[in-house]
């Protein structure tokens, strides 16, 4: 048996399976992340730990399943965050996570000293904000104290896997997602690191996703509840993770869309996809010599969650899923549109001072037409991307929705009316991530290969697009589009306290 952990922005999500990725049970354990105003957004790595800890131990508690029977272990997480360890490897801050939009001032530095064309052909990603280098930088020019601890940096799954086995190493996929990191030469940039006036060893050994690291240590033992003997898989990136979850191992296998707190487009390729005006990013993909071409925004499904809790008078019980129900079917918004830029924006806009808006709003506009709008407005988001994936010379014609917000009937067929291709949900929705590194700890372990992921899960429902709907949602894409770009230097003018 297999447990697999998949460390979100709202919590871990583990999950037990069979040595051949098929999945038993899941157990999901939550922890807080703090966002303020400034672009703040931060997590304790010892929460992360404290859920692996605890999810591990409800698997095996409710399963029933003999501990001598897992074999193996293995991490996906969020990608491009920071976390900062000191020579003991404890961490000396809270982690900042992917959401975080601090470090304008040093994707600037960047960008004098490498040139953001230059940058973007050696990293595959654009320089931002939201990725780790900058954030590493940030905390480097502007908390001197915490920064003169700092000895080692890592990304969520790293820190987790550090904790299992003593260990520091991250994967080619989590690499990828730092901006230090060269993807044709598959190591660190020499180059990048010497423009971000970082010393090489504070990032650590890069390992391929497959790699076994090693056994649990006995305080990571104990601290489970199972055997030392457990051997512990490198695991990735949540995004590539998702990927082989999904069951896009090869280009053959077409695109997908994650519906997650963040959202995005991605497949499957045998080489970096670069987009002349730098829209989209590649991660080197879990499955060894391969990548995987992605257009991430912010804010998809915590859009959704926002307009749910917005609306709803207990937060708490925000009854999602009745809010999307009421805005199906022919419900027209009549011009009013949902800019998700409720954490700024990476694709396709890279503007970390973009904000949420509604746009267009009368007075007969009602709590049904705001949560179509949202809705629409990740459609919309999400249809420029794939205008970018087009234009660069990649063929999409279907996608196979995973994450939470493929459970909705009602958005999966916005979804194909906005953007003129079959969406098709697939059983596997929540636990893409976990069964990607399921997949991939089977595979570090010489059990399977990763062909195996496309038979662990299939398609369960197929909404096709309307013609009629599609060619209105045509139209309407240009109108928002061009209130985003009306609203651009609106929202760059605006202050920023804390930034």
Wanted: glycine share 10%; aromatic share 8%.
């Amino acid at each position: 048996m297999i447990i697999a952990h998949d460390l979100g922005t709202t919590g871990n999500k583990a999950s037990l399976h069979h040595d051949d990725g098929r999945l038993v049970a899941s157990a999901t354990v939550g922890y807080p992340a703090h966002f303020a105003a400034g672009g703040v957004a931060e997590q304790d790595p010892l929460d992360w730990w404290d859920a692996v800890v605890q999810a591990t131990r409800e698997l095996i508690a409710r399963t029933g399943t003999p501990v001598a029977d897992v074999t193996g272990l293995v991490v996906s997480g969020q990608m491009m965050g920071a976390v900062l360890l000191d020579a003991d490897g404890e961490p000396v801050r809270p982690a900042i996570i992917w959401a975080d939009t601090r470090a304008g001032a040093q994707q600037r530095e960047l960008e004098a000293g490498l040139g953001a064309e230059h940058a973007y052909r050696v990293l595959g990603h654009r320089l931002n904000p939201t990725y780790a280098l900058e954030k590493v930088m940030w905390v480097r020019d502007n908390e001197q104290d915490i920064w003169s601890r700092v000895r080692r940096f890592c990304v969520a799954k790293d820190y987790v896997v550090l904790r299992l086995t003593g260990r520091l190493a991250t994967d080619r996929s989590d690499a990828s997602g730092t901006n230090a990191y060269d993807q044709e030469v598959g190591d660190w940039s020499d180059e990048v690191l010497q423009a971000a006036r970082l010393d090489r060893a504070l990032f650590p050994e890069i390992l391929d996703s497959t790699a076994i690291v090693g056994a649990l240590t006995d305080a990571a033992a104990s601290a489970l509840g199972l055997p030392a003997t457990v051997r512990v898989v490198m695991g990735g990136g949540d995004g590539p993770m998702a990927a082989v979850g999904s069951g896009i191992v090869a280009p053959s296998d077409g695109a997908y869309v994650s519906l997650g707190t963040s959202s995005w487009i991605s497949f499957a390729r045998h080489a970096p996809l670069h987009d002349a005006v730098m829209r989209t990013f590649t991660f080197d993909n879990v499955v060894p010599g391969s990548f995987v071409p992605t257009a991430t925004m912010q804010a998809g499904g915590a859009s959704v969650q926002w307009i749910a809790e917005a609306l709803s008078p207990d937060p708490a019980r925000p009854g999602t899923g009745r809010l999307i129900a009421e805005a199906g079917g022919d419900v027209d918004t009549d011009d009013l549109y949902f800019l998700p830029y409720l954490l700024g924006e990476r694709s396709p806009h890279w503007d970390p001072n973009a904000r949420g808006a509604f746009v267009g709003i009368g007075r007969h506009h009602s709590r049904t037409h705001l949560v179509r709008a949202v809705l629409e407005g990740v459609a919309f988001n999400l249809l420029t991307s794939i205008h970018a994936f087009r234009d660069s010379g990649a063929s999409i014609d279907r996608i196979d929705a995973v994450g939470g917000g493929a459970q909705s009937d009602v958005w999966l067929q916005i979804l194909a009316d906005v953007w003129g291709v079959p969406v098709r949900r697939r059983t596997i929705v929540e636990e893409a991530n976990s069964l990607g590194a399921a997949v991939t700890g089977a595979v570090g372990l010489g059990l399977a290969d990763f062909s195996a992921a496309r038979a662990l899960s299939e398609v369960t429902a197929e909404f096709a697009p309307d013609a009629g709907r599609h060619a209105s949602y045509t139209q309407r894409h240009t109108r928002f589009a061009d209130a985003y770009t009306a609203l651009a230097p609106w929202f760059a003018a605006a202050p920023r306290g804390g930034s």
